[in-house]
C-alpha cells in the first residue's frame, strides 16, 4: 500500500506567519491533490499538480509538485485565522485507476 | 445544483448489527467513491465506482463490506456483523469522471457500541 505522509502532523502559529507543510511518499503519482477540511465537513479540493516541478499559486498559498513526483509542498504566507483546518495532500495512483491516496494530514491553527 | 449529500448524518448502532450508509451524488457526476475517516486521520480509499461498476474495490477492508450502485446515480454502502473498529466518519464523493475534481458530502459519523 503507498503511503504519504505529512509532516509536520499539528501546527500551531501566530496570525501573520509563514508556514510550510510537507507530503512525501517512497511511490510517484501522476499527480498530486491539497484539500483543505473543515470540522463536520468534507475536504475541498485547493489545487492539482500534475507535472514534476509545477508551482502553482493561490492567493497566499503556493503548491510545489516534486521534480520526481513523489513529494510535494504547500507554503503559506502571512497566515490569517481563516487558514485553520486539516490539510491533507492526495495522490492518484500511477496504475491506471483513480484510486486516491490520502496522507496522513496536517492541523493547522492560525492565533489571532 | 445541490452537492453530494449523505444520510444519516450519525448513526449508533450496537455491535453485531447491520447497517446501510446511503450517498446522493451530485447529477451527472460517473464517478462516486467511498472513504473511511478516523479522527485525526486521512481519509482512507474504500471502493471507487464508474457508472454501475465498481472499478476499484481493493479498500474494503473484509468481507463484512460491501457497496452497491444499481442505477449509476445512488449508492449504498452496507457493514454486516459491525464491529467497534468500524466507528469512524464514511465520506462519499463524486466526480464527473475519474480524472475530475471529486465533490464531497459531509460524511456519515458511525459509531458502533
Known amino acids: 500500500t503507498q503511503l504519504l505522509e505529512q509532516s509536520p502532523q499539528f501546527l500551531s502559529i501566530q496570525e501573520g506567519e509563514n508556514l510550510t507543510v510537507y507530503c512525501n511518499s517512497s511511490s510517484v503519482f501522476s499527480s498530486l491533490q491539497w484539500y483543505r477540511q473543515e470540522p463536520g465537513e468534507g475536504p475541498v479540493l485547493l489545487v492539482t499538480?500534475?507535472?514534476?516541478?509545477e508551482v502553482k499559486k493561490l492567493k497566499r498559498l503556493t503548491f510545489q509538485f516534486g521534480d520526481a513526483r513523489k513529494d510535494s509542498s504547500l507554503h503559506i504566507t502571512a497566515a490569517q485565522p481563516g487558514d485553520t483546518g486539516l490539510y491533507l495532500c492526495a495522490g492518484v495512483e500511477s496504475s491506471g485507476t483513480y484510486k486516491y491516496i490520502f496522507g496522513t494530514g496536517t492541523r493547522l491553527k492560525v492565533l489571532a | 445544483g445541490a452537492g453530494v449529500s449523505q444520510t444519516p448524518s450519525n448513526k449508533v448502532t450496537e455491535k453485531g448489527k447491520y447497517v446501510e450508509l446511503r450517498c446522493d451524488p451530485i447529477s451527472g457526476h460517473t464517478a462516486l467513491y467511498w472513504y473511511r475517516q478516523s479522527l485525526g486521520q486521512g481519509p482512507e480509499f474504500l471502493i471507487y465506482f464508474q457508472g454501475t461498476g465498481a472499478a476499484d474495490d481493493s479498500g474494503l477492508p473484509n468481507d463484512r463490506f460491501f457497496a452497491v450502485r444499481p442505477e449509476g446515480s445512488v449508492s449504498t454502502l452496507k457493514i454486516q456483523r459491525t464491529e467497534r473498529g468500524d466507528s469512524a466518519v464514511y465520506l462519499c464523493?463524486?466526480?464527473?469522471?475519474?480524472?475530475?475534481?471529486?465533490?464531497f458530502g459531509p460524511g456519515t459519523r458511525l459509531t458502533v457500541l
Open positions: 499538480v500534475v507535472t514534476g516541478g
Open positions: 464523493a463524486s466526480s464527473l469522471s475519474g480524472d475530475n475534481e471529486q465533490f
